[in-house]
């Protein structure tokens, strides 16, 4: 049993190595599970309060009928959504530190913020198109690398949710490659219809893809956090 050990303690020092490393593991996994619950806050309410307060700020905009009071929720949204994504972007190259592919999800998605953001300030046609297919590539990217992290963090800490997470990827380009032959059908008129159908279809179930990552993301987190 102890024919590669000269003596007890060689084993000892093995054994206390070994545990120091796990020790160490599992501060990364705590310190890691702390940012990632703050991603999944931000990436969950981020977007419905931006939401809400578009609505509440096109309301008072109404009421008022003052086009400086439009201005001004207009600006408060872009702080409020520009807030959210720098804080997202940090939490990124933080979790960086310890997996590669976060640091890559982080530049991609600094990257899909500034081409949307230019987006916005270009008269629509040739240029404009180029720029928002950029940006869904940056976001595609974005999220297959945010994807790889969230499984290789998972590696030793919860292979049951690593290989779900994994299972996920899967069924985004499914949904992906279902999305472009249903553009692609719609414009065919024997079968357009169809098309159509199917299209609504895709996308409620992208709706439900959407809840499901966000459970993904819970779950992550309290798996790090407790590990």
């Known amino acids: 049993m102890f024919e590669n050990y000269p003596n007890y303690d060689s084993i000892n020092s093995d054994r206390e190595r070994e545990d120091k490393l796990m020790q160490d593991k599992r501060e990364r996994c705590h310190k890691n599970g702390k940012l990632y619950l703050i991603f999944s806050f931000l990436s969950v309410l981020g977007t419905p309060s931006i939401f809400v307060l578009a609505i509440i700020g ?128 719609c414009f065919i008129p024997i079968i357009q219809i169809i098309a159509i159908i199917a299209l609504v279809i895709a996308a409620i179930g992208a709706f439900g893809i959407l809840i499901w990552e966000y459970v993904l993301m819970f779950k992550t987190a309290i798996a790090l956090k407790n590990f």
């Open 58 to 185: 096109a309301v008072v905009a109404v009421l008022l009928n003052s086009k400086g009071a439009e201005n001004l929720v207009v600006g408060l949204l872009g702080v409020i959504a520009l807030a959210i994504g720098v804080a997202i972007a940090v939490i990124m190259f933080l979790l960086g530190r310890d997996e590669s592919c976060f640091k890559a999800a982080g530049i991609a998605y600094i990257l899909l913020t500034l081409f949307d953001t230019v987006a916005e300030f270009l008269p629509e046609g040739f240029l404009q198109s180029i720029v928002k297919i950029l940006a869904l590539i940056a976001g595609l990217f974005y999220l297959f690398e945010f994807i790889n992290g969230s499984v290789n963090i998972l590696a030793g800490v919860d292979n049951y949710l690593s290989s779900t997470w994994e299972t996920f990827r899967k069924v985004i380009i499914y949904l992906f490659i279902g999305l472009v032959a249903c553009v692609i059908l």
